[in-house]
């Protein structure tokens, strides 16, 4: 597309886009919070937030009385209250750690998206494809799993510093929930990375090469028991009901976050929802085809930008559908107790991702030996 | 009693509801129901509660038809109020002209509004059917000499009673037949 010779010019595009893909995916975080507001309020019959209007466009005929029905603004009165509010620190935490605390939350959930793509374009010259990423690197998914588990970190970092038994038991309870989750996100990922790669071909753990593995046939229809167990799994490693364990309101006060005020507290929930976002994302790519259409309709679109455009709206759509599955999932299913999550993850989980594993391994050798020659 | 209590066999649960997806599966279903049903929520101000017959509102002071005050100053409100929201002073009225056979009237008439406590006595005890508790419920205000009203305000919010009852005009009658204390 464009000759860059200079370094310096490919680190500014580069930081461009990265300064892109941060924008997106937290207006797609804050935006999953009104979601979350407006589909709760669906589900048990109210409203939810319609008042919040902006100047200017609450004020166009039709469609600014539309929008704030519709609780459009709401996501920038919540930031900006979030951003103004007086920030008490108590006495009793850790200073240092309690400021830390949140950003160790937020890095992992912005850095992850770095080797997230999100679709592609068909050069109109070569007619090859080329996938839409910030960061085409070989171990794609490893990255993926092992940043997005540091988030974790942030969680039990600011529960300790808190120095608060509720805040406390929060981040104990994620850190043990996270470490019986990851197990059963990893084996029941194997599954789909195995299937991708063929025997014979180079391979490796890229995204990009598991999305371009479903085009006939998306890993949901012919994989479904992993795609469950990942679900489930993913579930569990968002902090979502109904495994939200580090902040079970309910019996915790407000768990990790008990303490958190203002933009620190802010800074927590945009991460879970960005943490929900690109949970989703990664979903898609690895279950629900990523950017192909339809299961052997992958790619109807014209070379050149159009189809670039028309890819990553198919991937986010898929994207954007997941996280209302999620805040769906929520407001359906009550919370599990404790010991149930861990004899969920542990004895029921984490056994039949192994079987799942072991049996698709043993179907791959079969077919590698009778059939593939 | 013995013998009627009938046992329940519990069945062992199937494979299907062990794993709890077609229960979670139901669940959905139903929330996915809810997300298109009627919302609840009213509107509040714009959409108005219905108010129902006997509502004990703001308490006010009417006129009768002809336009002059129904209250005589008899202060039996004033005695009765539990909180001590009322305060009347009584007054003298020119013998003269248009209250010419009116008995007596407020010169000063205050409901403390923050004492009120819409019990609604001083409605019923009113013998002359001067106090009316109205249907306004929404109170607002800055300053605490704000929820004080006047005579001027209870008025204002009491309009005029179309009671058919012309006590002065029968008085003034009698009063003419040569009948004076009627």
Request: with cysteine; glycine share 8%; charged share 15%.
């Amino acid at each position: 597309m464009f000759e860059l010779t200079s370094l310096w010019q490919i680190i500014l595009l580069k930081t461009f886009f990265a300064f892109c893909m941060v924008s997106v995916v937290m207006g797609i975080a804050a935006y999953s919070v009104l979601a979350e507001r407006k589909v709760s309020s669906w589900i048990q019959g109210r409203i939810g937030p319609n008042r919040t209007t902006l100047p200017i466009i609450g004020s166009i005929p039709m469609i600014g009385p539309f929008l704030t029905r519709l609780g459009v603004f709401q996501p920038v009165a919540d930031g900006l209250k979030f951003l103004f509010k007086e920030e008490p620190v108590p006495k009793h935490v850790n200073k240092f750690y309690y400021n830390l605390a949140p950003v160790v939350a937020m890095v992992p959930a912005l850095t992850t998206m770095a080797v997230l793509p999100f679709g592609q374009i068909k050069d109109s010259v070569s007619s090859e494809y080329v996938p839409l990423i910030l960061a085409n690197v070989d171990i794609g998914i490893l990255f993926l799993f092992a940043i997005s588990s540091l988030g974790v970190y942030g969680i039990v970092l600011g529960a300790w510093a808190s120095n608060n038994k509720y805040s406390f038991m929060g981040g104990i309870r994620s850190s043990a929930q996270m470490i019986s989750y990851e197990l059963s996100l990893g084996l029941a990922a194997l599954p789909v990375l195995m299937w991708a790669n063929p025997p014979g071909a180079d391979g490796g753990m890229s995204l990009i090469n598991v999305v371009e593995s479903q085009q006939t046939i998306w890993n949901i229809f012919w994989q479904p028991l992993s795609a469950l167990l990942f679900l489930v799994a993913i579930f569990a490693e968002t902090n979502r009901a109904p495994f939200d364990m580090p902040e079970s309101e309910t019996d915790l006060v407000g768990g990790f976050h008990t303490e958190y005020g203002a933009f620190k507290f802010g800074m927590f929930f945009v991460a879970e929802y960005a943490h929900i976002v690109l949970g989703s994302a990664v979903f898609t790519l690895l279950f629900l085809g990523g950017w192909n259409l339809a299961p052997g309709f992958a790619f109807p679109w014209p070379s050149g930008y159009i189809g670039g455009v028309a890819s990553t709206l198919v991937f986010l759509a898929k994207t954007c559908f997941l996280i209302f599955f999620f805040i769906w999932v929520r407001w359906t299913l009550p919370r599990f107790r404790y010991d149930q999550v861990m004899k969920l993850g542990w004895s029921i989980l984490l056994p039949i991702a192994i079987v799942n594993l072991v049996l698709n391994i043993a179907i791959i050798s079969v077919w590698d030996l009778y059939f593939a020659s | 009693m013995p013998g009627k209590t009938k046992v329940l066999e519990r069945k062992p649960l199937s494979l299907a509801e062990r794993t709890y997806l077609p229960q979670i599966a139901t669940g959905l279903k139903t929330t996915f129901k809810n997300l298109f049903s009627e919302k609840i929520t009213r509107q509040y101000p714009e959409e108005q509660p219905p108010i129902p017959q006997g509502y004990r509102g703001v308490p006010t002071l009417v006129k009768d038809p002809n336009g002059r005050e129904k209250c005589v100053s008899c202060q039996l409100c004033e005695f009765v109020c539990p909180p001590k929201a009322i305060r009347i002073t009584p007054g003298e009225l020119d013998d003269e002209g248009e209250t010419a056979h009116v008995e007596k009237g407020p010169q000063e008439f205050e409901i403390n509004m923050l004492r009120c406590i819409y019990c609604g006595l001083c409605q019923e005890v009113c013998p002359e059917e001067a106090i009316w508790l109205q249907n306004e419920f929404s109170l607002s205000g800055y300053t605490r000499e704000e929820f004080i009203n006047n005579k001027e305000k209870l008025y204002e919010l009491g309009g005029t009673l179309p009671d058919e009852h012309f006590k002065w005009d029968k008085k003034k009658a009698a009063e003419e037949a040569g009948n004076p204390h009627h």
